[in-house]
C-alpha cells in the first residue's frame, strides 16, 4: 500500500510563488519504481492534470494552463514529490492533489489520466487572490 500526503499549499496573492510536497510512503516502497503526478480541482469544476514526472525525474509533462509557470520534480531519496508554482493566477485555485503509479513507462496519452494512478493523497488547497 501506498500512502501520498500533500501539503504546502496555502493562500497567495496573484502572482506570488508557492511550493506544494508531496510525501510518499509505505510497507517496502520504493519512490524510485514510481512515475508521479499533480492534478487539481477547482471548485464546481473536474479534476484536471497538471503535472507528471517519471520515475527518475528525468522527463516532465504539463498540462498548457501551466507549461512554462509550474515545475514538477522530486527527490527519490527523501521520497519526495514537489510542484512549485509561478506567477500564479486565480485560475489555479484548487485542491491539488498528487497520484502515483508504478511504472517505467513514460506515456504521455496514459500520465494525463486520472485512472492511470492507482494511489492519491487527500489534497491541499491552494487559493490564488486577485
Known amino acids: 500500500q501506498v500512502h501520498l500526503v500533500e501539503s504546502g499549499g496555502g493562500l497567495v496573492q496573484t502572482g506570488v510563488s508557492l511550493r506544494i510536497s508531496c510525501a510518499a510512503s509505505?510497507?517496502?516502497?520504493?519512490?524510485?519504481?514510481?512515475?508521479a503526478g499533480w492534478f487539481r480541482q477547482a471548485p464546481g469544476k473536474e479534476r484536471e492534470f497538471v503535472a507528471a514526472i517519471d520515475y527518475s525525474g528525468g522527463r516532465t509533462l504539463y498540462a498548457d494552463a501551466v507549461k512554462g509557470r509550474f515545475t514538477i520534480s522530486r527527490d527519490n531519496a527523501k521520497n519526495t514529490l514537489f510542484l512549485q508554482m509561478n506567477k500564479t493566477e486565480p485560475e489555479d485555485t484548487g485542491i491539488y492533489y498528487c497520484?502515483?503509479?508504478?511504472?517505467?513507462?513514460?506515456?504521455?496519452?496514459?500520465?494525463?489520466?486520472?485512472?492511470?494512478?492507482?494511489?492519491w493523497g487527500q489534497g491541499t488547497q491552494v487559493t490564488v487572490s486577485s
Open positions: 497520484a502515483a503509479d508504478r511504472t517505467y513507462f513514460f506515456d504521455y496519452d496514459r500520465l494525463v489520466r486520472e485512472s492511470s494512478y492507482p494511489y
Open positions: 509505505g510497507r517496502n516502497f520504493y519512490f524510485s519504481n514510481y512515475a
